[in-house]
Each structure stands twice: as structure tokens, then as C-alpha cells.
């Protein structure tokens, strides 16, 4: 079975600085890949994912995650935060051979500082 | 597009209660919908995978008994959390997607606040 890990809980940035959330995972092949953030009042909303090819993916808002297979990781970047960024962030992994199924990470909390 | 809204976005009821919680795709046909319990500061956790038409696939360890789910349109699914008691109390929240393919996105709904007093 997949599992994700996020070992960031919450971080901190200030207000257009740039911004790497950590994310890795265990399976047993390539997964697919995505980046989801939550915000209050708010359903999950799709940042980027990732299936297969390029292992840049672009998102929106800006969020872009880079797939390195040798590190089983899916970091995802932004190169300058706005303070409407804040939110939680959660990284999930689906099977390919199992419908679409997600397994969430544990998500990390963003806090811009002004 | 693919919105997908859940009601109530909150509720407080009665131990022994139950409470039914909607789920519906609004501009988009969903022939799958899951459910997710998500409690403070953790992750979501999938309860149950609901076809359109068919039973619900439940995870290990939840009570079908207890969480009944009926997705009998394609674009509403139902969340009835029978004789609620107050470990129920958590967030609930649904997903839809037009299929169950791999790469198919699942949308989310904002999550419905079940408190069991």
C-alpha cells in the first residue's frame, strides 16, 4: 500500500520569499502524484498533478513540483509567496492500477508573514 | 467547473441521532464519489468509495452499519452517520469524479462540521 509523508507540520514564511513544501512517498512503482491546498470554508482545490513525462509539473496559482524518482519525493515550490497563500497543504498519491483512490499526507500549514 | 458543494456545512445534533449529509456535483455528472473523515490538525482519511448505482466499498475498520452511503443519482450521494455519539464528531468531507479512472481529478466539496453532544 502507498503512504505519503509529510514531514513538515507547519512553516512559516514571510510575504515574497520562496517557499519548498516537502513531500514523500512509498510505493512500489511511480505513482501518480498531486498537490492539493485547503483552505478554510473551502474544499480541497487541485494545485498540480502528475501521471507521467516531464517531472517539472506547473500548477496553479503559480505552484509548481518537481517528481525525483531516486529521492521519492514531490516537493512542492513557489518562488514568491503572496499572503493569500497561506493555507494547508496536502500531498497525495494514487495507484496507477487502483481506480483513483488518493492517499493524503498529513498536510503542512502555511503561514505567510507580512 | 466541477463544483461540487456539500450541505449542511454544519450541524450539532444528539447522541443517538442521526444525521444525513449531502454531497452533490453541480455542473458535472460524478460516477464515483468518496467519502473522507478529516480530524483537527490530521489528514483525511477515505471512508468510502460510492459508484453511482452500487454499493459503497468501505476502508478497513469503518462501519458500513454505521455510515451509510447511497449514490443514487449521478450527482448526489448521501452520508447518513446513524445513532451518532460524540466520537463521531469530526469533519466530513466528499469528492466527486466523472469516473473512477486513474487520472481521473476528484473535485472536493467544503466539508460538513459534524458535533455529537
Known amino acids: 500500500a502507498q503512504s505519503v509523508t509529510q514531514p513538515d507540520i507547519h512553516i512559516t514564511v514571510s510575504e515574497g520569499a520562496s517557499l519548498e513544501l516537502r513531500c514523500n512517498y512509498s510505493?512500489?512503482?511511480?505513482?501518480?502524484l498531486f498537490w492539493y491546498v485547503q483552505s478554510p470554508g473551502q474544499g480541497l482545490q487541485l494545485l498540480l498533478k502528475?501521471?507521467?513525462?516531464?517531472?517539472l509539473v506547473q500548477g496553479i496559482k503559480g505552484f509548481e513540483a518537481e517528481f525525483k524518482r531516486s529521492q521519492s519525493s514531490f516537493n512542492l515550490r513557489k518562488p514568491s509567496v503572496h499572503w493569500s497563500d497561506a493555507a494547508e497543504y496536502f500531498c497525495?498519491?494514487?495507484?496507477?492500477?487502483?481506480?483513483?483512490?488518493?492517499?493524503f499526507g498529513t498536510g503542512t500549514q502555511l503561514k505567510v508573514e507580512l | 467547473g466541477a463544483v461540487v458543494s456539500q450541505h449542511p456545512s454544519w450541524v450539532i445534533c444528539k447522541s443517538g441521532t442521526s444525521v444525513k449529509i449531502e454531497c452533490r456535483s453541480l455542473?458535472?455528472?460524478?460516477?464515483?464519489m468518496f467519502w473522507y473523515r478529516q480530524f483537527p490538525k490530521q489528514s483525511l482519511m477515505l471512508m468510502a468509495t460510492?459508484?453511482?448505482?452500487?454499493?459503497?466499498?468501505?476502508e478497513q475498520g469503518v462501519e458500513k452499519d454505521k455510515f451509510l452511503i447511497n449514490h443514487a443519482s449521478l450527482t448526489l450521494s448521501t452520508l447518513t452517520v446513524t445513532s451518532a455519539h460524540p466520537e463521531d464528531s469530526s469533519f466530513y468531507i466528499c469528492?466527486?469524479?466523472?469516473?473512477?479512472?486513474?487520472?481521473?481529478?476528484?473535485?472536493f466539496g467544503p466539508g460538513t462540521r459534524l458535533t455529537v453532544l
Open positions: 497525495a498519491v494514487g495507484a496507477p492500477g487502483g481506480g483513483n483512490k488518493l492517499t
Open positions: 502528475y501521471f507521467s513525462g516531464d517531472t
Open positions: 460510492s459508484n453511482e448505482g452500487s454499493k459503497a466499498t468501505y
Open positions: 510505493y512500489g512503482a511511480t505513482p501518480y
Open positions: 455542473d458535472f455528472q460524478a460516477t464515483t
Open positions: 469528492s466527486a469524479s466523472r469516473s473512477q479512472g486513474a487520472t481521473d481529478t476528484q473535485y
